[in-house]
């Protein structure tokens, strides 16, 4: 039974995980824009922004052409009051801790 619950926790705190991470993406703008707009949004709503960009232009003069979402890193912590998994069954809770995201820019 305590192997069940164990394979179960770890069955709901990856998707947990997989869901924020969908989330993120999501959240993150996409098409053209202004560059300024684009890349103040996503830093306003934490990611770390990986900008790459074609041409000398100045940032206010560039398109944004592609966001896609990097790299995210989580942790899972187990014995969290307040986050009851089951009946019985560990407490655990998955904190996003750092989120990237990668514009490409054209100027």
């Known amino acids: 039974m305590k ?5 179960v926790a770890t069955i709901a705190a990856t998707t947990g995980l997989a869901l924020a991470t969908a989330a993120g993406a999501a959240a993150a703008p996409s098409g053209a824009g202004p560059a300024d707009q684009t890349l103040n949004k996503l830093r306003a709503d934490g990611y770390n922004v990986i900008i790459s960009r074609t041409g000398t232009g100045a940032i206010d003069q560039c398109t944004v052409t592609e966001v896609r979402p ?3 890193y989580s942790r899972t912590d187990s014995g969290v009051p307040g986050h009851l998994l089951g009946t019985p069954g560990p407490n655990i809770a998955t904190t996003v801790t750092n989120k990237t995201a990668l514009v490409t820019l054209a100027c």
């Open 3 to 7: 192997r069940l619950a164990a394979t």
């Open 70 to 72: 990097g790299q995210t």
